[in-house]
């Protein structure tokens, strides 16, 4: 996969030491064997080390990152018999959403996902994963589906945002997005979503509103993108990598905050460098909190979602006035 | 988490007569930032602070807000207590947040960008949350968030509708998450309160924007907006920035959103309170044991 990204600039070099040694196959000297040891084991050590300690802004660029795995290979690795389903039946079919059932471990569950697109045609295609109304309007007549079923129904979010347009205004974008809220609260079936990517603001709330809510260990999740935090708290877009500090959007950061349900480990260096890896973990994940979750009556689902976003909000109250005199 | 932390000295400690109108600005003039005419200010207040020449509606205080909508003497607050805390310890190149709290409660003698309480509309009861757009721009953090439940819930348990009135730049991003699911928990107070089978009224006002007009402004049974307001999801800037256009002039505002199909009713300031009562005739009263 290789390491272009900036802060994996020494992983880089060693990674180019290696594959130099490697290619000299049989003809490796005994000392130039025990340098590709040596030289493995360094790559292997830095990337922990740095990998370990990534800050807010190198989070982003990870998950921003142009292999990364995205919702369409996850669903391929864990899932089967996947049948997208298409149309909000009221205007239009949006290509940012992917939705519809598919059976995970045997059971059939509603999957709800964004997806950005790989290569330049693709991305115009998904509209590079930004939904407009009507993919939220899918979205919400998908989730009325799988109560009506009884299908859990599992979000993988990863988006920028919801797309910003005139059209999106004209169509309702924020009562596509309210909708799902309020859809979302009172959905009848257990519910997990998963940020895989970026977790851009309302656009991935929208389908957030769930019993349990999951992070991969180097995605972000944010109330606004940091270019926008950014130009409008410092003045200057250029500032992104110090909004995405103040806001703390990383899983990590987040995990630490109490804010979400679990954090799921990613391989060495991140996702991109091992698919099969990722999957694993996050199939591993969501039948654990599935199984859970199935243990409760519905009214007990119901009870614990309110709870969850009740309890959420940071708060202080006024001292009693003191007496003067 | 839900968490009380230590109070910062400035906060203000409610005081009995919140509901006393604003210095009046008398024979003083003001100008209309739209169509630039100087009204005299004993006219501007006689006419609720609209442009007689071009019914532009100039902001309202959330104290004013109350004044010009309940009964008189009707209103009570709740709630008035809690104040915002700095959770990430957020520091921009402009300012900290915590700097921030403390110089807008001092200056504007307000703890929040809502109040929240009840009251009653020609004798009707009901509970309402009104925001204030000067308090850091009105946008929605943990304490608007919590009020705004609060004050949902408040109708669920007295069984009586609720009304919101925002006025907000959107999200506050120096709470980053805490702010973005305040969206979340609004709307699903919003769900409890319609399997309640009570009414939410949503007045929109002069701006909506962002997470606030993606969460609980758009969930009102009926939807209000006052006329020429700014309501959208995305801001002007952004949407011009993501279409490479120049929004045409009226973009965006209370009109376009009800030729869009996206809300109820266009409402002159001086109509809202007997619309109101109105609504409140309507959609209670009902008995559903027959």
């Known amino acids: ?325 | 988490m839900v968490k009380e932390a230590e109070v910062p000295s400035t906060a203000q400690t409610p005081s009995q007569d919140q509901t006393k109108p604003a210095q009046r600005p008398g024979n003083l003039a003001v100008k209309c930032p739209k169509c630039k005419e100087m009204l005299i200010g004993r006219d501007w207040e006689k006419n609720l602070r609209v442009c007689s020449r071009c019914s532009y509606h100039f902001k309202l205080s959330a104290y004013e807000r109350i004044e010009l909508l309940v009964d008189p003497d009707s209103f009570v607050e709740t709630d008035s207590d809690i104040i915002s805390v700095d959770p990430l310890n957020f520091v921009s190149s402009s300012q900290a947040y915590a700097t921030r709290l403390d110089e807008e409660r001092e200056s504007i003698s307000l703890n929040e960008a809502v109040v929240s309480g009840h009251a009653t509309i020609e004798n009707l009861p009901l509970a309402l949350a009104i925001m204030d757009f000067r308090f850091i721009g009105g946008s929605m953090g943990s304490v608007v968030g919590e009020k705004i439940t609060r004050t949902i819930e408040l109708g669920i348990e007295k069984h009586v509708p609720v009304l919101i009135s925002s006025a907000s730049g959107g999200a506050r991003m120096q709470e980053g998450l805490y702010s973005l699911m305040q969206m979340a928990k609004t709307s699903a107070a919003l769900a409890k309160l319609g399997e309640a089978e009570l009414p939410f009224f949503s007045l929109l006002t002069d701006p909506t924007t962002g997470g606030v007009t993606a969460s609980f402004a758009m969930l009102g049974d009926v939807i209000l907006a006052e006329p020429g307001a700014l309501i959208c999801f995305a801001g002007p800037r952004v949407i011009e920035g993501s279409m490479h256009m120049k929004l045409p002039e009226g973009s965006v505002t209370s009109e376009f959103v009800l030729q869009h199909g996206m809300i109820d009713a266009v409402v002159h300031r001086r109509e809202l309170r007997q619309t109101l009562a109105k609504l409140l005739r309507l959609y209670t009263g009902v008995d559903r044991s027959k």
Not at chain 1, 2 to 24: M, N, S, T
Not at chain 1, 42 to 50: A, D, G, N
Not at chain 1, 109 to 121: E, F, P, S
Request: hydrophobic share 40%; glycine share 8%.
């Open chain 1, 1 to 325: 996969m290789g390491y272009e990204l900036e802060f994996e600039k020494p992983l880089a070099e060693l990674e180019k030491k290696i594959i130099g040694l490697q290619r000299k196959g049989d003809r490796l000297r005994p000392d130039e064997h025990k340098q590709l040891q040596e030289a493995e084991r360094e790559l292997r050590h830095r990337t922990e080390e740095i990998y370990s300690n990534l800050s807010s802004w190198q989070t982003v660029l990870v998950a921003r990152h142009k292999d990364r795995p995205y919702p369409a290979d996850y669903i391929r690795l864990i899932c089967d018999d996947f049948f997208e389903l298409h149309g909000d039946r009221a205007f239009g079919d949006d290509h940012a959403i992917m939705a519809g059932p598919a059976k995970l471990d045997g059971d059939t569950v509603m999957l709800i996902c964004q997806q950005k697109g790989r290569d330049t045609k693709e991305r115009q295609f998904r509209n590079f994963g930004m939904p407009h109304p009507e993919g939220y309007r899918k979205a919400g007549r998908l989730m009325e589906q799988a109560e009506k079923f009884g299908f859990p129904v599992i979000s993988l979010i990863d988006t920028p945002a919801a797309f910003p347009g005139l059209g999106d205004e004209e169509r309702g974008q924020s009562e596509a997005i309210a909708s799902d809220l309020y859809l979302m609260a009172r959905l009848r079936v257990p519910t997990i979503a998963v940020v895989t990517g970026e977790g851009g603001s309302g656009g991935a709330l929208a389908i957030s509103v769930t019993n349990r809510i999951l992070m991969l260990e180097y995605s972000i999740y944010s109330v606004a993108p940091p270019e926008a935090a950014a130009s409008i708290l410092w003045r200057d877009t250029a500032f992104a990598p110090q909004a995405a500090e103040a806001m703390k959007i990383s899983a990590r950061e987040l995990q630490a905050l109490d804010l979400i349900d679990e954090l799921i480990p990613e391989p060495l260096g991140g996702a991109h460098h091992n698919y099969r890896s990722t999957a694993d973990h996050l199939k591993a994940a969501l039948l654990k909190h599935l199984a859970e979750l199935k243990q409760l009556s519905v009214e007990e689902l119901l009870e614990q979602r309110y709870q969850k976003f009740r309890n959420i909000g940071r708060f202080g109250r006024v001292q009693a006035p003191v007496a003067q005199g």
